[in-house]
């Protein structure tokens, strides 16, 4: 079982549609969650730290499941440009290493 | 502007050939990373360092090697011993060490052996 995984997709999904992502893990003493965007052959960007208790930033909102072990990324009234690759990324206990997934690509259409 | 820079963008070169592969940063970060990445895989560690003349091997290292003789600075070297060059190379650093920070990367570099 991979560490991190990930529903490769792609989602084609129209403007102004609410697309999730969720990305489950398989320690469960992982203590750091993240969410980075990647564009096409750029660099991965990060675009938010994941928090036990939720967290918002404008359109995008991130949740964790410990008890489940998945994490969750919402996009809400999609824009064009939120197409790239949302990567899920955690870091297991006690270590500086972080272990990325391969990634969701979300294509958004006029 | 702070930032990550990585050089070359692009790089070609022939197989039996070793490159160094330059990452900078100014953002006074101490931890340090280099990651490959091909295509339909993850970000792979290849070596990480947290402190100036020091490093560890990644998940990957075996046909590369690091240095970290500054606090700015940490290439990466692909020796001819790497069985499989051709790659996106990333560049990362972390403002802690000892706790998952976030990180941050450059450009990148595209390898490209033949």
């Known amino acids: 079982r991979k560490e991190v995984e990930q529903d490769p997709g792609p989602f084609n999904v129209p403007e102004g549609a609410t697309v999730a992502f969720n990305c489950t893990y398989s320690?469960?003493?992982?203590?750091?969650f993240f969410w980075y965007r990647q564009d096409c052959r750029k660099e991965p960007k990060l675009l938010m730290s994941?928090?036990?208790s939720g967290n918002e930033d404008g359109r995008f909102t991130a949740q964790l499941n410990r008890a489940s072990q998945y994490i969750s990324l919402l996009i809400r009234d999609s824009k064009l440009s939120d197409s790239a690759t949302y990567l899920c990324v955690v870091a297991p206990y006690n270590t500086d290493k972080l272990i990325f997934g391969t990634g969701t690509r979300l294509q958004v259409f006029p | 502007d702070g930032g990550i820079t990585q050089s070359p963008k692009y790089l070609f070169r022939k197989e039996g050939q070793n490159v160094t592969l330059s990452c900078e940063q100014n953002?006074?970060?101490?931890?340090m990373y280099w990651y490959r990445q091909d295509p339909g895989q993850g970000l792979r560690l290849i070596y990480y360092s947290q402190i100036v003349n020091d490093f560890q091997k990644g998940d990957i290292a075996e046909g590369y090697s690091v240095s970290r003789e500054k606090k700015e600075s940490f290439p990466l070297t692909v020796t001819s011993a790497q069985k499989n060059p051709t790659a996106f190379y990333l560049c990362?650093?972390?403002?802690?060490?000892?706790?998952?920070?976030?990180?941050?990367f450059g450009p990148g570099t595209r390898l490209t052996v033949t």
């Open positions: 320690n469960s003493a992982s203590q750091s």
């Open positions: 953002l006074n970060h101490d931890a």
């Open positions: 994941v928090y036990s």
């Open positions: 990362a650093s972390s403002p802690g060490t000892g706790l998952a920070y976030e990180q941050y």
